[in-house]
């Protein structure tokens, strides 16, 4: 097949390099070398595809007019969160994790790849003093990807196969976890038991944290900030319950509060877990996932990681350089012996979370954390004030609450499909997900957010309310 | 051939750990205060924390200025080798990443777009996931792909998840407790099936260079739940009898999951559907032009037949009329693998991707894949200390072809390992070496693609020519490489020793006192 001008992504396409690659090999035609395919193997029609686009022009415009028929959350005000926030990206991060050298490469050598593999390590070391934990490895697909294979290392660590969760969690994560346990038919099953929440605090009932657990609980697995934007005041009580069986404790945390909230690393937690996407990843509806693992560093531990390590390292002349650690008790090194299993994963974005703390840095973090949790708290006292609106737990949340809409008479789909109309995302409906929470709705408030963003929302939703 | 090999050097900037840099005080981002209502009405930030919650001390993070954290990643980035130089890394086929869908990507209208927004303000996006399932089940035959697996492997993992929900549909899921593979596979493939809590079942390679079918026939029974495979494997040799392999698992009631891991060799001439497959996985990361980011955010991009469909972890786009939806309705959908429903941005630059290309441009591609890889062979093979697995097989290989240094190894003492080491020496990326097993001694394998010119072809066959010449004159120059980098190889202490490993600076400086 030859064309009447090479393509702009294949240098071999101009017809007269194809010849000499082709005369090289004493053949006329390509068509010799697929002679291991049975013919019966072979397709017989030409593929039915659009015509291609092979105009960067026309590509442009193309994908351009499909686009712009999003509308994103720069174009509208908007307090969706729930496991995917809108926190401003520092323009650094988006030009470094843009840079080709970042962009495009697979895996070198630990001198080739020195600088990706320096910035890794600089992500999680950066992470564990956020963390307060020693041991961080390269993230995984997602928090719930993260959270599944920590309740798995625990079960391995424990030999025990039993977790105990909230009730109260978010359903995309709960789902990834559900699937992460296995079920029940197979032998390496992990039982899901759920925790009461209190109705009132939205924080883990401890009384019943304390009767479900015994000998046959492998992890308690907590959130702080919970789902419901709860900051978990128990968490030394929850770890040391845990710990009081030979339960493992693990914490699932929002990492851009760590500049205000206590590290898990000093509540007890063995592992901590949680999305890196707030560090300086726009969202890219859901693409902007990646989930961290922490924990002690203790062989205990560090045997049982599914994720690559990446450890400092020197060289043969006393340089640092940055190799793999235990890469062998990985699924790479050991087939369906290893550790759960690893693979290309979320490592473009852990450069740009490691850029990110850079800049921030410790008064960074904490000014952020300061912002968000006052900005949050002022917005649910306004939406509170609103007739027929209820804040449910009015203090003590980070940057997420639940807003009750019960009196209002009114659906949370209807109010939002009119906040929509009136340019406004509001928060995540939970009436399906949490029906004992009523008509709710879960909302976000981040440093995007001005006080006068925040006033269109209370004035936006009153208005709707009244109509 | 005449190559002039080039000067390289790699970028030594001596770049400090992070950790080590900043100046207390100094600040790199700043944020504003609460306005004053905000402040007087919400209180202060330490009274809204609990007490028992509230951080004691900071985080022990660097304190730099805006542009010395810049120039420090940029310096980190040019000591990063990357595509700059030529990649011929196998089994994960190097492609062009176009600019083009990288600026369209980082747009507000991808990059701000939140999962949960309501589908009427997403319809550019679900537009873009429906039209690339169209092209995927036309390159396939399948019925319906779901883009929520962030990767090959959780491709994988979300067909083992499947099998699980199939089989437990028909009540056998506690007898259909095996997994079929071969040697060959993807570790990706045994591990997830392990990870899903089934049992693996490894068929081992006959001389001609896949397991034969009695092999498989006596590995199938009433416990099979599936086949986990991929064809061609990574030495380029092809399975012409996996027609009948997958009418032996379907005939003993297991599913047949096609790993396409190497689909660049065979897109356009086959297609899994009509080889009888129930599903297949294409990586969108490597096939289909999205940037390998250094290991992700990739997408395994998952397919099958409309009667598993339902299966598929939720939710996935339809057209109703003229408007596009999220439909999460199946009672026995898997739930989800991984939050969400995959990497967008990544969608649209394997959309865009599959566009610009065409099927003309794919079945080119397709061609001068596996066309360079066999002029790649003949030129390889001429070189001292080099030969190819399954040498008696004589027929051309698929894109790739698994080498051997063994020989050279048994003459000179240089290993594979230090022949990557010093090919970085001339801006020549490291190649693939092989899964674990290895099936032969001291493996590479190399891919060329559609991507690279015959000219870096000529210039990566060339280094090698050199790094051969000089094992047979001078190794040490080969054992001790690299030499053109910013740092030489790693000394030969085990990070595998507890006192030793430090996966973060404060582990570090806890194991250095």
């Known amino acids: ?53 092979t105009s960067e022009s026309e590509l442009r415009r193309h994908m351009s007019d499909l686009l712009s028929k999003n509308r994103s959350c720069e174009d509208a005000l908007s307090f969706l969160g729930g496991g995917c926030w809108h926190h401003h990206v520092p323009a650094i991060c988006d030009e470094i994790v843009q840079r080709s050298e970042f962009l495009t490469p697979v895996w070198g050598t630990p001198s080739s790849d020195l600088g990706r593999n320096q910035a890794w390590f600089e992500f999680t070391s950066q992470m564990g003093e956020l963390l307060g934990m020693d041991l961080v490895a390269l993230p995984v697909y997602s928090w719930g990807c993260a959270a599944g294979h920590a309740i798995r290392m625990a079960a391995r660590i424990t030999g025990r196969s039993k977790v105990l969760v909230p009730q109260l969690l978010d359903p995309e994560r709960s789902a990834v976890i559900r699937n992460y346990c296995e079920p029940a038919e197979m032998s390496s099953h992990i039982e899901i038991v759920e925790v009461d929440c209190d109705p009132d605090s939205l924080l883990l009932d401890l009384e019943d944290l304390k009767g479900k657990l015994n000998d046959e609980i ?124 690893t693979g290309n ?86 009436s399906e997900t949490f029906p004992e929470l009523g008509r709710s709705a879960l909302y976000c408030v981040t440093e995007q957010h001005t006080q006068a963003d925040i006033q269109r929302l209370a004035d936006t939703l009153a208005e709707v309310l009244r109509t | 051939m005449s190559v002039q090999l080039r000067r390289y050097h790699a970028a030594v900037w001596d770049e400090p750990v992070v950790m080590e840099m900043g100046v207390r005080g100094r600040r790199g981002c700043h944020f504003p205060a609460a306005e004053a209502d905000v402040a007087a009405a919400a209180g202060s930030a330490e009274a809204l924390v609990p007490p028992s ?32 130089g030529i990649s011929l890394f196998g089994t994960c086929t190097m492609k062009y990443n176009p600019r083009l869908t990288e600026s369209l990507a980082a747009r507000p209208w991808i990059a701000d777009l939140h999962p949960g927004q309501d589908p009427s303000t997403l319809q550019g996006a679900l537009e873009i996931a429906h039209n690339l399932n169209e092209l995927l089940c036309e390159l396939s035959g399948m019925d319906q792909f779901t883009f929520q697996p962030a990767g090959g492997a959780d491709a994988a993992y979300a067909h083992a998840c499947l099998t699980r929900a199939y089989h437990a549909g028909r009540g056998e899921l506690e007898q259909r407790n095996q997994i079929i593979t071969s040697i060959q596979a993807h570790p990706c493939n045994p591990a997830t099936s392990a990870a899903a809590g089934f049992e693996v079942v490894t068929l081992m390679l006959e001389p001609d260079g896949y397991p034969s079918l009695d092999a498989l026939k ?129 969608l649209a630059k394997a959309y865009a991707w599959t566009r610009a290309m065409g099927a003309e441009g794919i079945a080119e591609a397709s061609d ?73 001694p001291q493996p590479f394998t190399p891919e060329a693609g559609e991507m690279w010119s015959k000219e870096d072809v000529d210039y990566w066959i060339a280094v090698l020519q050199q790094i051969s010449d000089e094992a047979y004159s001078n190794p040490e120059i080969v054992k001790t490489a690299p030499h053109n980098q910013a740092i030489h190889k790693l000394g030969p202490e085990s990070l595998d020793e507890p006192g030793r490993w430090a996966m973060t600076w404060r582990a570090y400086k806890k194991k250095q006192t």
């Open chain 1, 218 to 341: 492998a992890a308690v697995y907590f959130e702080n900030p919970g789902y419901l934007g709860q900051i978990e005041h128990q968490a030394e009580a929850i770890a040391a319950a845990a710990k009081a069986c030979g339960a493992e404790t693990i914490a699932g945390v929002d990492p851009i509060s760590l500049g205000i909230l206590k590290p898990p690393g000093q509540y007890g937690a063995d592992l901590a877990v949680g999305s890196i996407q707030p560090l300086g990843i726009h969202m890219n509806c859901g693409g902007g996932l990646g989930g961290f693992i922490a924990s002690r560093d203790e062989p205990l531990y560090a045997y049982e990681y599914p994720a690559l390590m990446v450890s400092i390292a020197e060289t043969t002349h006393g340089e640092h350089g940055f190799g793999l650690a235990l890469a062998h008790q990985s699924s790479y090194g050991m087939r369906e012996e290893g550790k759960d299993w």
């Open chain 2, 368 to 440: 001068m894949s596996v066309l360079i890889n066999n002029y790649m062979e003949r030129e390889l093979l001429k070189i001292r200390g080099i030969t190819r697995s399954h040498p008696d097989i004589g027929s051309w290989r698929m894109e790739m072809t698994r080498f051997s240094l063994g020989q050279l190894y048994e003459d000179t003492g240089v290993s594979v390992m230090d022949v990557q080491n010093r090919m970085v020496d001339f801006g020549v990326d490291a190649f693939w070496l092989s899964h674990e097993p290895w099936v032969v």
């Open chain 2, 218 to 346: 006596a590995a199938v029974s009433e416990r099979t739940a599936a086949l986990m495979i991929n064809n061609p494997d990574d030495m380029g040799i092809y399975n012409p009898n996996i027609r009948e392999w997958i009418r032996v698992v379907h005939d003993a009631g297991g599913l047949c999951f096609y790993d396409h891991a190497n689909f660049n060799g065979v897109m356009s001439k086959v297609r899994a559907r009509e080889l009888g497959f129930d599903a297949c996985m294409f990586m969108l990361h490597k096939t289909f032009g999205v940037a390998k980011g250094g290991g992700g955010p990739a997408v395994g991009a998952y397919g099958c037949t409309a009667e598993l469909a339902r299966y598929l972890p939720g939710p996935i786009v339809r057209k109703a009329g003229d408007r596009f939806d999220l439909v999460d309705d199946s009672p026995v959908s898997i739930g989800r693998v991984r939050e969400y429903w995959g990497n967008v941005h990544q």
């Open chain 2, 53 to 84: 919650m509230r951080r004691p001390s900071g985080p022990e993070l660097p304190e730099m200025s805006e542009p010395d954290v810049l120039r420090h990643y940029l310096h980190l980035s040019q000591q990063t080798l990357g595509m700059m």
């Open chain 1, 345 to 430: 994963s979320t490592y473009q974005w852990a450069i740009a979370a490691a850029a990110y703390m850079a800049l921030l840095g410790p008064a960074g973090f904490r000014e952020l954390g300061e912002l968000i949790i006052q900005r949050a708290h002022y917005c649910a006292s306004l939406l509170d004030g609103i007739d027929g609106i209820r804040v449910l737990a009015k203090r003590g949340f980070f940057k997420e609450f639940v807003v009750n809409f019960d009196d209002t008479g009114q659906r949370v789909a209807d109010i939002n499909a009119a906040l929509l109309r009136r340019d406004v995302f509001g928060g995540i409906d939970l």
């Open chain 1, 1 to 53: 097949m030859a064309r009447s001008r090479a393509h702009p992504y294949m240098p071999n396409s101009v017809p007269a390099v194809r010849r000499q690659l082709l005369a090289s090999l004493g053949i006329d035609s390509v068509e010799a070398l697929f002679s291991q395919i049975p013919d019966d193997h072979r397709l017989k029609k030409p593929l039915q595809l659009p015509p291609a686009l």
